[in-house]
């Protein structure tokens, strides 16, 4: 057991847990993070997604020992009131079904336009393909992203 | 808050005078004093205390709480039952906020997620929960006004005098509308007058969901609850022998490990912590019934499709006489399909949460049976289930997979052994080495053409692993053969099988589909033309019972025919699919269009008759995502046993449909105004075979297994791109 002092969300949390751990229990058990969700466990399915400096990364299999100082964003800190423009245009186009996978979804989304404001279709398939939507909302999370990045200033 | 018990009589007064505004209780086969009431808290509901025996509550502020009591998992169910409420109420659905309604079948009679059934099962309930409130509004305003209850209109809840101009809010009449008897009867709304219903209304809970709200099972929390992980049998057939649990036991973090049944659950206080000490564990297993393999399914599949022994053999359906309908045919055509396992693998993993006290039990979680699961609980505990009570999380998805209880009654016993509050959580692999699954099947389908190209004889044998009864006798084409048999036999084996979302006709609909279409191609007729001659002759000359509407089948080909333009197209190639299933019809055109040399799926035309659509999005994704899931399994779908073991444990080995893999979807609706017949399930069964029937057109190559991306036939001609 360590204490580990994490950046999240803009404030800094501490938690005690082994050093194998990884981010995504921390987050869910340790803090009661619970938006980023368990799928799979080996970063197969983008449901544990959340940011690493902007970054898209899957919490599941990274070790909370490696996160250091790096700043750290959960679903619950894309925005303070839901807002963000993937979360407006998620919203316009009614995407979830059951909406386990939408946060890591959206945070798949927000990360690649925080890289891209203007990905081109194929940009989009890349970027989105490794989360899993087990319902088949993929044609509204296309159009959602591409929603999204004409909200982007 | 806590609510006593109260009765009927009581209630309306109480609910008045406790809240201030109008609360309503439908039980419509009986008054609901003789129900059993149990202490809930309701939080949220902003107005004060309220009888939970009721689908709605108006504030004097003019909030409308609606309660949705059925499980949701992506259905949209709690979007959809409260729009039926709020249209025969004609209330401002912006002022109406929607709960998830405890627990309470006496109350809501049906809280079940399947079988397509919820709308088509609660239509009228839901319809007559808005007309009686809306009925005691208006009476409370033409008392008020002392005025003919007939001389007042209601829209956007409020009610109006048109002579006088004079208007009520729903707010303001709510306390002196409590006080009106309710009616025996009430007239519902003239469908022509629905302004809600069959309108696009956004899922009431996207902003939590999108926000990362606690509303799943995974995170259901309890203050001081423990964290347990469940070592099952490595494969199906086997038993615990001896568990050597100290190395666990001795791991930070943990309570106990304690085995139970097959169960060798590891407690503790993080869900990590478990999960690493579970690994230490030292479990050896014994034979306890069959080991089975996948080959040994398909050598077995091959022995009971020639098999003859009557014993073993059901007869489902027999019209005419077959035998000599098959040997005056002027052609035979005989043709094998095989489906293999499938996991439902609803994303959220499958956890439960327990808490067996001395005075009670508490659960919490996922499940589309929550009645079931309570009283499975009570009887393993020897308890009465009005002990227990039972929060409805959201679901992560389901897909059949939630309505078995295995998951429930493990964290109700492990929770009673080790006396605490607990929530049991299922890694991916836990439940893909150790879960339910869909069954395989093999299906062999004979036809008898006469020199004219009729159908004069049709027999299905089906056979599957734990799968009942793996034919649907009654769907189409019976009814339209005058010679036809159809019979299953059924493999019991260790391995666990349960309803996959379309159970049977998940598979089924694209043996059946495809082999008509190879049938049509027999009888020279184009495949749409030949099931278009069968449902004539069914109308005209039907053969024993006819089990589907012919024309509502009939409507869905003519409406997918019309918007694909089927037949019209140059330089791609169609494929043809018609469905019934849970009470709903879809028909379905694939298109393959050759790029390269190499077939690509482009489009898939859906439309599909359910019956009056209430939420247009929420109903136009169900189908497109039925046509995705269709698709994904058709495509990729597979889990393979050896030795009784899964060889497929996470999803890097059990591949499922990615957004890149999906073709366009278009989506249309029959518009019949008949009452809603179920849209959860009926879109997924046709898509296998539009697809393999538009890839023979592509290629020339027939697909008789799945998953097709695993076929030689696909791969010869496909490559990776389909």
């Not at chain 2, 109420?89 to 309470?104: F, R, T």
């Not at chain 2, 069964?685 to 023979?696: E, H, Y």
Request: hydrophobic share 40%; with cysteine; glycine share 8%.
């Amino acid at each position: 057991m360590a204490q580990y002092k994490l950046q999240i969300n803009g404030s800094e949390h501490q938690a005690d847990v082994d050093e194998d751990t990884p981010l995504l229990w921390v987050l869910r058990d340790s803090l009661h993070l619970v938006g980023t969700k368990f799928g799979c466990g080996i970063a197969q399915c983008g449901a544990c997604t959340v940011h690493l400096n902007g970054v898209a990364v899957r919490s599941c299999t990274l070790p909370v020992s490696a996160v250091g100082i790096n700043k750290i964003t959960t679903i619950e800190g894309l925005s303070v009131n839901g807002d963000h423009p993937v979360q407006q245009a998620w919203m316009e186009v009614d995407v979830p079904q059951c909406g386990y996978c939408q946060a890591g979804q959206i945070m798949s989304a927000a990360a690649l336009l925080n890289k891209n404001p203007k990905p081109t279709e194929d940009q989009i398939s890349s970027a989105m393909n490794g989360n899993i939507c087990r319902c088949g909302t993929y044609h509204r999370i296309r159009e959602a992203v591409v929603l999204a990045s004409t909200k982007i200033k | 808050m806590t609510f006593a018990k109260t009765t009927r009589r009581n209630f309306m007064k109480l609910a008045a005078s406790a809240s201030g505004g109008l609360l309503l209780g439908f039980h419509w086969a009986e008054a609901a004093a003789s129900s059993p009431m149990e202490a809930i808290s309701l939080d949220g509901l902003a107005t004060g205390t309220i009888d939970f025996n009721s689908y709605l509550s108006i504030a004097p502020d003019g909030i409308i709480t609606i309660f949705s009591p059925n499980p949701e998992l992506g259905q949209n169910i709690k979007t959809s039952f409260p729009m039926i409420v709020a249209e025969e109420l004609d209330a401002n659905w912006k002022a109406v906020k929607v709960l998830q309604a405890p627990l309470d079948v006496k109350k809501f009679e049906r809280q079940v997620t399947g079988g397509s059934g919820a709308v088509p099962h609660s239509w009228e309930r839901l319809r007559k929960a808005g007309a009686t409130a809306r009925h005691m509004l208006v009476e409370a305003a033409a008392k008020r006004w002392n005025v003919p209850a007939e001389s007042l209109t209601t829209d956007q809840s409020t009610v109006i005098h048109k002579e006088s101009g004079r208007k009520f809010s729903y707010g303001e009449l709510a306390t002196e509308a409590s006080r009106v008897p309710m009616p025996a009867e009430v007239k519902l709304k003239d469908k022509k007058d629905f302004k809600l219903i069959g309108t696009i209304v956004h899922n009431v809970d996207n902003l939590e969901m999108i926000t990362g709200k606690p509303l799943y099972g995974l995170d259901f929390y309890r203050e001081g609850m423990l964290y347990a992980m469940i070592q099952r049998p490595e494969s199906f057939g086997k038993k615990v022998k001896s568990v050597d649990s100290a190395a666990a036991k001795a791991m930070p973090g943990i309570v106990d490990v304690v085995t139970f049944k097959n169960n060798v659950a590891v407690v503790g206080k993080s869900t990590w912590q478990v999960s690493k000490a579970r690994k230490a564990l030292k479990i050896a297993y014994e034979i306890d019934g069959t080991i089975e393999s996948t080959s040994d399914h398909d050598q077995l599949f091959k022995d009971l499709l020639d098999s003859t022994d009557a014993s073993a053999i059901t007869v489902r359906r027999r019209d005419g006489e077959v035998d000599a309908a098959f040997k005056s045919a002027a052609k035979v055509i005989t043709r094998e399909y095989q489906c293999p396992f499938l996991s439902h693998a609803p994303l959220e993993p499958m956890n439960f949460f327990a808490h067996v006290r001395e005075d009670g039990v508490e659960l919490a979680g996922p499940t589309q049976t929550p009645d079931l699961a309570r009283n499975e609980v009570a009887k393993l505990l020897g308890i009465s289930p009005y002990q227990i009570t039972l929060e409805l999380t959201r679901l992560g998805g389901g897909f059949g997979r939630r309505l078995k209880t295995d998951y429930v009654l493990e964290a109700a016993e492990l929770s009673s052994i080790i006396k605490a509050p607990v929530k049991v959580i299922w890694t991916r692999e836990d439940d893909l080495t150790g879960g339910s699954y869909r069954p395989a099947v093999r299906y062999r389908f004979s036809a008898a053409l006469d020199a004219n190209g009729g159908l004069i004889g049709y027999k299905l044998r089906g056979v599957g692993i734990n799968a009942g009864n793996c034919t649907r006798e009654d769907n189409f084409p019976s009814g339209a053969v005058d010679n036809l048999l159809i019979e299953s036999i059924e493999h019991k084996s260790p391995i666990t099988t349960g309803a996959w979302r379309a159970p049977i006709t998940n598979f089924l609909a694209f043996a059946e589909q495809a082999f008509l279409d190879e049938v049509a191609m027999a009888a020279k007729s184009d495949p749409v033309k030949f099931r278009m001659n069968l449902l004539e002759k069914a109308a005209k000359a039907p053969v024993g019972a006819i089990k589907y509407d012919i024309d509502r089948m009939k409507a869905v080909i003519a409406l997918a025919t019309e918007k694909s333009g089927w037949g019209t197209k140059k330089n791609v190639s169609q494929g043809f699919s018609v469905y019934f299933s849970h009470r709903s019809y879809v028909a379905q055109v694939a298109e393959i269009s050759m790029k390269k040399g190499k077939p690509v799926l482009q489009k898939i035309y859906a439309a599909a008759d359910c019956g009056i659509v209430v939420n247009l999005s929420g109903a136009y994704q169900q189908v497109r995502g039925g046509v995705v899931d269709g698709l994904g399994h058709a495509m990729y779908g597979q889990l393979t046993f050896k030795d009784g073991a899964t060889e497929q444990k996470n999803f890097n080995s059990y591949r499922l449909i990615r957004l890149k893999e999906v073709p366009e979807v278009d989506v249309h609706f029959v518009n019949n105004g008949i009452d809603p017949t179920g849209l959860g399930e009926p879109a997924l069964p046709p898509t296998g075979g539009a697809v393999a029937n538009a890839l023979f057109k592509a290629t020339g190559k027939r697909l008789y297994s799945q998953p097709f991306s695993k076929q030689e036939e696909l791969n010869a001609s496909v490559g990776e791109k389909l």
